[in-house]
């Protein structure tokens, strides 16, 4: 599966963006989804991932009550929605794609080694 990012920007802290990322092939139904994110000279950290099924979500504390993540499996597509945003949320976003058809269906992986597509990214800033 082939994936693009798009929706990144700069907003004023206390803003809000929306996050999408579509998914090109088929399946996409098939496929738990992934949000990570990289800010300069750290390391790609999870953010938030949705299970194929879309019943099941997963968030980095950081980000609970503020992010919320979803799956349109009509659109292949998957959206971050970002509320309440400070500063620190400022880095390039990136999804990511696992295929969990033979794992469970509320299988929302957490690392970056779980995932084996990944699209490019996206870059969100924040300012204070």
């Known amino acids: 599966v082939q994936l693009q990012a798009s929706g990144g920007g700069l907003v004023q802290a206390g803003g809000y963006l929306r996050l999408s990322c579509a998914a090109s092939g088929r399946a996409f139904n098939s496929y738990a989804m992934g949000w990570f994110r990289q800010a300069p000279g750290r390391e790609r950290e999870f953010v938030s991932a949705?299970?194929?099924?879309?019943?099941?979500?997963n968030y980095i504390d950081s980000v609970k009550g503020r992010f919320s993540i979803s799956k349109d499996n009509a659109k292949n597509t998957v959206y971050l929605q970002m509320n309440r945003l400070k500063p620190e949320d400022t880095a390039a976003y990136y999804c990511a794609a696992r295929n969990t058809y033979y794992i469970s269906s509320t299988y929302a992986p957490r690392t970056k080694s779980d995932y084996n597509s990944w699209g490019q990214g996206t870059q969100v800033t924040v300012s204070s």
């Open positions: 949705i299970s194929r099924s879309g019943d099941s979500t």
